[in-house]
T-cell receptor
Framework: DAKTTQPPSMDCAEGRAANLPCNHS???????VYWYRQIHSQGPQYIIH???NNETNEMASLIITEDRKSSTLILPHATLRDTAVYYC?????????FGGGTRLMVKP | KAGVTQTPRYLIKTRGQQVTLSCSPI?????VSWYQQTPGQGLQFLFE???????NKGNFPGRFSGRQFSNSRSEMNVSTLELGDSALYLC?????????????FGEGSWLTVV
């Protein structure tokens, strides 16, 4: 299974874009990159996923490098409610393997 | 539409007892997975069901079991509870096991073993 590497923590100013990086250098050609976030004591919330093309939805944008070895999740205008742990996952089958994630702190 | 529903949300059990947790997937979703989250081990995969068949199982002892019904609802059972089984148990659902499907989580069931 492809593993992911994320910084353990990041800060972002409220209203600014939050760019969360993820390395997945052993990703296979047919494996998707998924992003979830978890606010304390709640179930993980789905954000976005993609295979090779950049993706955008109402929550965020996902930029995947051409060699697919890394990706960046972009929250365009971070709010205090975006403070959470963000998980980047390469999906093997239908089984999500969670790492430590990035604890994003949005500050006023 | 309704999300993934898990019951009960909170429960307290005594060591040695057993517990059954229930999960109702999003309407139309036929794949259900279970995860355990503890402060020490993080989020770990328990098992996955599709069309009433267990497709994958994580590295957990046989005390942990599950099943899926014909309406895609799923239950997991933990027998002979140990203190270390105290955790947040999460259920996730998707349309099926195909790659690229969106997987949604419920709010979880908090189990405390005393």
């Amino acid at each position: 299974d492809a593993k992911t590497t994320q910084p353990p923590s990041m800060d972002c100013a409220e209203g600014r874009a939050a760019n969360l990086p993820c390395n997945h250098s052993t990703i296979s050609g047919n494996e998707y990159v998924y992003w979830y976030r978890q606010i304390h004591s709640q179930g993980p919330q789905y954000i976005i996923h993609g295979l090779k093309n950049n993706e955008t939805n109402e929550m965020a944008s996902l930029i995947i490098t051409e060699d697919r070895k890394s990706s960046t999740l972009i929250l365009p205008h971070a709010t205090l409610r975006d403070t959470a742990v963000y998980y980047c996952i390469v999906l093997a089958g239908n089984m999500l393997t969670f790492g430590g994630g990035t604890r994003l702190m949005v500050k006023p | 539409k309704a999300g993934v529903t898990q019951t009960p949300r909170y429960l307290i059990k005594t060591r040695g007892q057993q517990v059954t947790l229930s999960c109702s997937p999003i309407s139309g979703h036929r794949s259900v997975s279970w995860y355990q989250q503890t402060p020490g081990q993080g989020l770990q995969f328990l098992f996955e069901y599709f069309s009433e068949t267990q497709r994958n199982k994580g590295n957990f002892p046989g005390r942990f079991s599950g099943r899926q019904f014909s309406n895609s609802r799923s239950e997991m059972n933990v027998s002979t509870l140990e203190l270390g089984d105290s955790a947040l148990y999460l259920c996730a659902s998707s349309l099926g096991p195909d790659r690229g499907n969106t997987i949604y989580f419920g709010e979880g069931s908090w189990l405390t073993v005393v």
